[in-house]
């Protein structure tokens, strides 16, 4: 395994704990630094889709965040 597959390993657990965290202010916050992994291993991988998608969903995150606080 190299370096860039486990970027990809740590940004998928990173989503994962995301979705079993409680209160919302600290799913955003595990799930955007996720989203930022993922960009970074979507750009060294080439893939558009995952920079793209990550992307918005950060944000996304940080347009609620910055709403509610």
Same mark, same amino acid.
């Given at each position: 395994? &190299? ?6 390993? $740590? =940004?998928?657990? =990173?989503?994962?704990? #995301?979705? $079993?965290?409680? *209160?919302?202010? /600290?799913? @955003?916050?595990? &799930? *955007?630094? =996720? ?6 291993? *979507?750009?060294?991988? @080439? #893939? &558009?889709?995952?920079? =793209?998608?990550? #992307? ?5 995150? *940080?347009?609620?965040?910055? /709403?509610?606080?």
């Amino acid at each position: 395994m &190299n370096w860039i597959e486990l970027l990809g390993w $740590i =940004a998928t657990l =990173a989503t994962i704990v #995301s979705f $079993i965290t409680k *209160g919302e202010d /600290r799913i @955003r916050m595990i &799930n *955007g630094m =996720a989203c930022i992994v993922w960009i970074i291993y *979507g750009m060294l991988t @080439r #893939s &558009n889709p995952i920079v =793209a998608v990550n #992307s918005i969903v950060l944000l996304l995150h *940080g347009y609620y965040f910055l /709403r509610k606080h």
